[in-house]
């Protein structure tokens, strides 16, 4: 009997040291699947949450050729939160589950979606700066432990890369277009930079969850080191569209090898969490609201599916 | 009392062209067969990823658990006759 008994934490511990995948039968520690939870559901919502600043403009497009392009892009994004949703519930947790946390404010969504799209410039720097942060940090997640986790990611990936492409090339239309639509590209800029380094999160001696997530290698690189990577590729970009980043301690470090930056505003940060951003309440009811509003569709459709599953069980019974 | 129910789950295998093995790409929620096909195509197949697609509900999926990882695929582990390598041939012979 003795030697059929395994270890199964030395067996988790063994997997993660060796790079290999944690599935969802597999043992893991308990700590292991909650962070998890935490962290893949909080993906999820914010994609679905991420849908709604942007789909504000979906009416607003000013050509057809960008109506079309930003749909499919929203499309996607929806289809990115079912891709996390899925990956989150091998863990254990119920769909119902999931968004009841998210209606009752027990999960949280990424405050950078808290923030209004004003102008139509801002459906440029969502994509190039938002989709672009959240890039580098996906890249990087695919190489997470969890599985599921895991294959979520490389499949975002290969869809993300041109919603930062068509955010991009929309700013650089307006940066060669007239006067006041450059201005309108600067003052997109100015107002989504520090938001988008703010998605990385609290600086690393800060970082509550952090020391655990990277020993798991549930992450596998810390905020502090991907927002470097996101600043490090973005400001070639911004020179080229000849825009100022708002930031006037931001200067190469020959020494380095990286930008030096000025200071985050982790006040800001910390109200907009506490859900005192300028959209907070708005984001969350519109989500209550339309999860109400279309029960009766998921009632009819249920109802259909049973009264559907009966007619067949009495056509196999006659 | 809203309806919560977010309707069962679905296994989505999809075959990237005719000819190649089909493959698992995710889950979708549906209430029934037809509508797990549509999420799966709307979910999947956003750029041509596929030619066919197969639904299963999660709930028929019978899988092997890793707890007996090791004396369920014991039986393979000592017959190394089985590989190619195993067998000595001359140099002298060619083609085989
Ligand atoms: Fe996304
Ligand atoms: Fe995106």
């Given at each position: 009997m003795e030697n059929n008994t395994v270890n199964f934490e030395n067996v988790f511990n063994d997997k993660i040291g060796k790079n290999e995948y944690i599935e969802p039968k597999d043992w893991m520690p308990e700590k292991y699947r909650k962070t998890l939870i935490r962290q893949i559901s909080q993906h999820a919502h914010s994609e679905v949450i991420g849908m709604q600043p942007e789909g504000n403009w979906i009416t607003r497009a000013p050509s057809l050729r960008r109506k079309a392009i930003l749909l499919a892009k929203i499309q996607d994004e929806g289809g990115h939160g079912l891709y996390l949703y899925s990956a989150c519930e091998t863990?254990?947790?119920s769909r119902e589950e999931l968004i009841r946390q998210l209606h009752t404010g027990a999960a949280k969504y990424s405050s950078i979606f808290n923030y209004p799209a004003l102008n139509w410039a801002d459906i440029g720097a969502i994509g190039w700066l938002v989709d672009g942060a959240a890039i580098v940090n996906q890249v990087s997640l695919q190489r997470t432990s969890y599985g599921p986790y895991s294959r979520a990611m490389v499949r975002i990936c290969k869809e993300e890369s041109f919603h930062q492409r068509q955010g991009y090339e929309l700013l650089l239309e307006l940066c060669r277009g007239s006067k006041e639509q450059k201005a309108m590209a600067q003052d997109a800029m100015n107002r989504w930079w520090w938001p988008s380094l703010m998605m990385?999160?609290?600086?690393d001696a800060d970082s509550a969850h952090s020391a655990d997530s990277i020993k798991w290698k549930i992450k596998r690189e810390t905020n502090d080191e991907l927002r470097q990577k996101f600043i490090d590729k973005t400001v070639a970009q911004a020179e080229f569209l000849g825009l100022?980043?708002?930031?006037?301690?931001l200067k190469w470090n020959e020494a380095r090898g990286h930008y030096d930056f000025g200071k985050i505003d982790w006040e800001e940060f910390n109200n907009v969490i506490k859900g005192n951003g300028p959209c907070n309440k708005q984001r969350l009811e519109h989500h209550v609201k339309v999860h109400n509003e279309n029960a009766w569709v998921r009632e009819a459709a249920n109802a259909y599916a049973a009264k559907k599953a009966k007619a067949a069980k009495g056509a196999l019974v006659a | 009392m809203s309806n919560d129910n977010q309707f069962p789950l679905w296994e989505v295998f999809v075959q990237a062209k005719s000819g190649t093995p089909y493959k698992h790409a995710g889950s979708v929620h549906a209430a029934d067969k037809e509508m797990a096909l549509m999420n799966a195509r709307d979910l999947y197949s956003r750029r041509n990823e596929g030619t066919a697609i197969w639904v299963v509900p999660a709930s028929a999926i019978v899988a092997s658990s890793p707890e007996e990882i090791g004396s369920f695929f014991e039986p393979s582990n000592d017959k190394a006759y089985r590989h190619p390598t195993f067998y000595e041939i001359p140099a002298e012979v060619k083609h085989i």
């Open positions: 863990l254990g947790i990385f999160g609290p600086h100022t980043i708002p930031d006037p301690d | -």
